[in-house]
């Protein structure tokens, strides 16, 4: 027997109609570079995104063509997200950190029909305009008066195709399993490959996304997404604060300018922001510097590589909870949430240090097992190492135009790459990305373990550990450091001393290389992949 309820669409244009009647007045506040400080409403935007949908009514176009961003995270970025995934096509969001040639080979791989372009992006995209014929035309995000000068050939202004045309625009009726957002995966090796949210896995992730121990969203908190647009939907957070009537404030160009982030949570009065670790790394820097506070500022989610205890410690010297989040771009990113349960929240000292380092506990929607090689599911008791494998209706079942590959070798489940422990009170830890383990003797090392441990060092800046050949062990851990300011007298000796006590005595590297920088992908992680080239010729020295 079924039950008697409405079966209705789950579709990102609910959140419109949602928060055009409960949450009309809620401001959206923006950092362009036409203009420091550009506010209005939900409504405002939500009247532009039909403003917008009038206009692509005009362009022939097919219900689900893919049309780009190449954008910060501002209010137009904002507008185009909902004018195009209501419209019925597809917003693809594009990294602008990616290399042109990747830029250039996403645009005809989506079959993109427009890109809209930040002005600081023109010359990105007339670097690539040639050899994507497919696009018939690029609307630059910005006023007539801030146009640039460009050699391109069918060039709009975005604030004047809006101009005159109607607010009202009535949302076609769409499938809720239609695709409403694209993006691609900065693999580091072979090419990006696409994932295709639906309007479905895009709504069930923006109601799991404000709970309580997930990001904790409500109509009482101001939210600075840092985390870009262009990587993974900024988490979600677009979706996520109107639903609930947040306030959002966009950062712009600014989201590595650690004295504008200040300001813009003083004085917009931010309670939460979500970010990678490198943004808050300079966030926290400018307030050593400048001895100014945070008082407003309540929480952070930091996600997308392991967040450095010491990052922690800083923050919690400014009254701010830092809560890791792990996810991929193939799960809409939210996979595990640290937000601490009452049994956890009573540990001290190093078990809590310990504790709070780990990804934290599964959302619900997000299934999650660990495995061995021979694909046996490992128990959750805090010691077996396993590669992690997830399901749930928000996780991607193949890539867009690609076979389903080896992702997806285990029926019904998506190999998310990571390896991880997971501990009886339900906390998953990533030790590395499978490709990056370092086996020394048969056994794993977590180089995530090693390098958190390394951070923590007041002179180190950064730090990476990679395998390199062993005779004895078959791999041994190398240590690769970036000095900080002022640390210019540390050796080898001294950060290998730190480490004793903090990680296994057998995880401490054989060897310290120094760098002025490692190298960073599109999305700021480390590429260990280069690094591995770097040093290929590395030899540890003689017992
Ligand atoms: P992306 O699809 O670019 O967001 O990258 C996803 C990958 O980032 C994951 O598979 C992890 O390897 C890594 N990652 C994300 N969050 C974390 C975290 N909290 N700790 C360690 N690695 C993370």
Known sequence: MQGLMMDQPLLVKSIVEFADRVNPDVEIVSFTADNPRHRYTYKDAFKRARQLANVFAGWGLERGDRIATLAWNDYRHFEAYYGISCSGFVAHTINPRLFPEQVAYIINHAEDQYVFVDPMFMPIVEGVAGHCPGVRGWVVLTSAEHMPETSLDNVHCYETLLEGESTEFDWPELD?????????????????????YSHRSTLLHAFASVWPDVMGLS????VLPIVPMFHVNAWG?????????????????????????TKLINEEKITMSAGVPTVWLNLLAHLRESGETIESLKRIIVGGAACPLSVMEEFDSHGVETRVGWGMTEMSPLGSVNAPTPEVAEMSGEDWD?????????????????TDDEGKELPWDGEAFGSLKVRGPWICSGYFKLDAGDAHADEGWFETGDVATIDPHGYMAI???????????????????????????????????????????????????VRDKGGEDLTPEEILG?????????????????VDELPHGATGKIQ????????KDFAFPEE
């Open 176 to 196: 809720e399993r239609d695709a409403c957002a694209l993006c691609y995966t900065s693999g580091t090796t072979g090419n990006p490959k696409g994932v295709l």
């Open 219 to 222: 109509s009482s908190e101001t």
């Open 237 to 261: 957070t677009p979706y996520a604060c109107p639903m609930v009537g947040a306030k959002l404030v966009f950062p712009g160009p600014k989201m590595g300018d650690g004295a504008e982030l």
């Open 354 to 370: 310990k504790q709070r380092l780990k990804a934290g506990r599964p959302v619900f929607g997000v299934e999650m097992k660990i």
């Open 431 to 481: 030790t590395d990305r499978t490709k990056d383990v370092i086996k020394s003797g048969g056994e794993w090392i977590s180089s995530i373990d090693v390098e958190n441990a390394a951070v923590g060092h007041p002179k180190v800046a950064e730090a990476a550990v990679i395998g390199r050949y062993h005779p004895k062990w078959s791999e041994r851990p190398l240590l690769v450091v």
């Open 498 to 514: 730190f480490l004793e006590g903090k990680i296994a005595k057998w995880w401490i590297p054989d060897a310290v290389e120094f």
């Open 528 to 535: 260990k992949v280069e690094l591995r080239e770097v040093f």
